[in-house]
């Protein structure tokens, strides 16, 4: 079978999994009464201080609920001008929410702080109002790095003495909180609402949550059914996230490694100019000649092996649990002088 680095979403549920997700107990959810479901908000949730918790069908239904709670039509949303709510979620925002992004430069896909002051507009007709500051941590264009956490609290900081929410898209905030070592509650804090993923590198086949204040859930609620996304037994597929949580957090840090020997290795090849810092489980390769860039992807699938094409010249590679220590020896090992 081929070695699958398009992306961590491509990951499986182990038998062991499946096995728990079958002998769940469910309900009917739109009524807030499948318990598997309701364990899973409340295990997340408590997990990173937040008072709720709401299971939604992916993450871009979680960031999309999020945005579309925090803002007003014609409001005006600070984002990292590569971010995924921005670039990923096949114009969301502006449909939705009729809200429209403000873009921060930053850090490999990382808002820096100090780039915000003067970013909000002031109270004039003229402008859209500002209301929310979204950051992603990892964030993928980045190459999956990971914030320092104190630049997260000047970010807070400044939302504070502006009366901007702040909302982080999670979708790998397992893979930077294995980095950052961070205590989840400590890290929750400063945020209005965070979105996760239980359907990359946690292993899950389906489904993200939604966390924030016992308001913020309760709009969110109404926007994921009026959005088509109240599920009913759903409880089926939320134990498959719940046991992710439960046993595919403490291994995040084996795909760290994986992806670190994939740097290293690509450090040395002759057709790749750079790779952009490995922190986690994302490696970006910068071509040296831009043009080949679906040669080599193609030159890779011949070897049995699948990368994805991640903007101009580059490639990347997400490492995950079923990628395995010999798989990434096999890339390593891999002549590929083409
Ligand atoms: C994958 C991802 C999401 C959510 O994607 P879905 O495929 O809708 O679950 C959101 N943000 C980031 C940064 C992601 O990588």
Same mark, same amino acid.
């Given at each position: 079978m081929a070695i699958d680095f398009r992306s961590d979403t491509v990951t499986r549920p182990s038998k062991a999994m499946l096995d728990f997700m079958i002998q769940a107990p469910v309900g009917d959810d739109v009524y807030e009464e499948d318990p598997t479901v309701n364990e899973l908000e409340k295990y997340t949730a408590e997990h990173f201080g937040f008072e709720a918790g709401l299971y939604c069908s992916s993450g871009t239904q979680t960031n999309?609920?999020?945005?579309?709670v925090h803002t007003q039509p014609g409001d005006e949303i600070i984002c990292h001008e590569e971010s995924h709510i921005y670039r990923y979620e096949g114009g969301g925002m502006m449909i939705n929410s009729q809200a429209s992004p403000r873009f921060i430069r930053g850090n490999n896909g990382r808002i820096i702080?100090?780039?915000?002051?003067?970013? %909000?507009?002031?109270?004039?007709i003229h402008y859209p109002v500002t209301k929310l500051v979204s950051l992603e941590d990892t964030a993928n264009r980045g190459g999956g790095a990971v914030y320092d956490f104190n630049d997260i609290l000047k970010i807070k900081d400044f939302c504070t003495q502006n009366n901007l929410k702040l909302h982080l898209d999670g979708a790998r905030v397992f893979n930077a909180l294995a980095v950052n070592q961070c205590d989840p509650k400590v890290y929750g804090k400063p945020f209005d609402s965070i979105s996760i993923c239980l359907s990359k @590198?946690?292993?899950?086949?389906?489904?993200?949550? #939604?966390?924030?204040? /016992?308001?913020? *859930?309760?709009?969110?609620? +109404?926007? +994921? /059914?009026? #959005? !088509? @996304? @109240?599920?009913?037994? =759903? @409880? *089926? %597929?939320?134990? !498959?996230? #719940?046991?992710a949580l439960k046993n595919n957090v403490h291994r995040l840090i084996e795909d760290h490694q994986h992806a670190s020997l994939l740097e290293k290795h690509f450090k040395t090849v002759t057709w790749v100019a750079e790779v952009l810092p490995v922190t986690t489980n994302i490696v970006v390769l910068? #071509? /040296?000649? =831009?043009t080949k860039q679906n040669h080599y992807i193609a030159a890779l699938k011949a070897e049995g092996i699948l990368v994805t094409a991640f903007g101009k010249g580059r490639i990347r590679f997400v490492t995950h649990l079923n990628i395995s220590s010999d798989d990434i020896q096999k890339v390593c090992q891999l002549k590929l002088e083409v």
């Open positions: 999309q609920i999020a945005l579309k702080p100090e780039l915000l002051q003067d970013q %909000i507009n002031p109270d004039d @590198g946690l292993g899950a086949p389906v489904g993200s949550v #939604l966390l924030g204040s /016992k308001d913020f *859930i309760h709009k969110a609620r +109404r926007v +994921r /059914k009026y #959005l !088509g @996304g @109240g599920m009913r037994q =759903a @409880g *089926i %597929i939320a134990a !498959g996230g #719940l046991y910068v #071509l /040296k000649d =831009a």
